[in-house]
C-alpha cells in the first residue's frame, strides 16, 4: 500500500511519500517515529510558509545575499536541508536495506536568480548532503539518496515568490520545445529514481528543464519578436 504524510518541521512543511509493499503506517509526533512496517521508497520535499516567503522574498533577499539576516539564511538551511538528515537519521532503522531516498533540489544553484535568493545556497547545501548522506548510509546499507532538480515548476510554493510568473514565461521561451517543466513529468522522474530500475544510480541529481541549460542563446531569447511602433 501506499501511505502519504504531512508533518510540519520548525516553520515549514515536509511531504512524505512512502511505498512499502505492504500495510504499514508512519506515525510522525514530537515523541518520536513509529513505522508498522518495512520502508522501501521514501520521497522527501519541503519548502517554507507561504507567509514566510512572501515577506523574506520581498525585502531582504531580493535585494541582496549580502543583506540576509543570519538567522533566516540558517533557518533556510535548517528546513531545506538539514532536516533530511535528520529524518534519514530518524528513519535509518526502518529503511529496506535496499530502500531509496529522493529529494526535490533545483535545476541549477549557479543562476544568480534574484527574486530565489539564498534558497540556491540552501540548495546547493542539499545537493552536497546527498554525498555525504549516501557515503554515511552505505557503511550498513545498500540506501540510495537521490534528487530530481527540475526547472521552474507551477506550484503553491512557487506563487509566493514575487515576479514568478515573468520568470516562469521567460524559462519556457528557453526551453528547447517551448514548454514548461510540468509536475507530473517531475513526479516521474522521482518514481524513476524510486524504483529498482535505478538500483545504479546513487548521490546523484537528476536534471529536469526540458533543455532549458543549454538554450540561452536561443535565437528567440537573443532577438525577441517586437512589435513596430505605429
Known sequence: GRAAVVWKWRGGVMWVWVWEGGVGVVNLTGKG????????FFFFSSRRRHTRLRRDWSS????????????????????????????????????????SVV?????????????????????????????????????????????INPGLLKTSASAGIPGYIDSYLHAEKATLRKKGLTTQEAANAAVFLLSERASGINAQGLVLDAGMSI?????????PTSTPKS
Open 33 to 40: 517515529v513509529k513505522w508498522g512496517g518495512v520502508m522501501r
Open 60 to 99: 531582504d533577499v531580493c535585494s541582496s545575499d549580502l543583506e540576509t539576516p543570519k538567522k533566516d539564511f540558517l533557518q533556510s538551511i535548517d528546513i531545506s536541508c538539514y532536516s533530511l538528515i535528520s529524518l534519514a537519521n530518524a528513519f535509518k532503522d526502518f529503511f529496506h536495506q535496499q530502500a
Open 103 to 147: 529529494t526535490v533540489s533545483i535545476s541549477t544553484t549557479r543562476m544568480a536568480a534574484e527574486n530565489y535568493g539564498y534558497m540556491a545556497p540552501a540548495k546547493a547545501a542539499l545537493d552536497s548532503t546527498l554525498c555525504f548522506l549516501a557515503k554515511s548510509f552505505s557503511a550498513f546499507s545498500k540506501v540510495r539518496f537521490n534528487s
Open 215 to 223: 538554450n540561452y542563446f536561443d535565437q528567440e531569447l537573443i532577438k
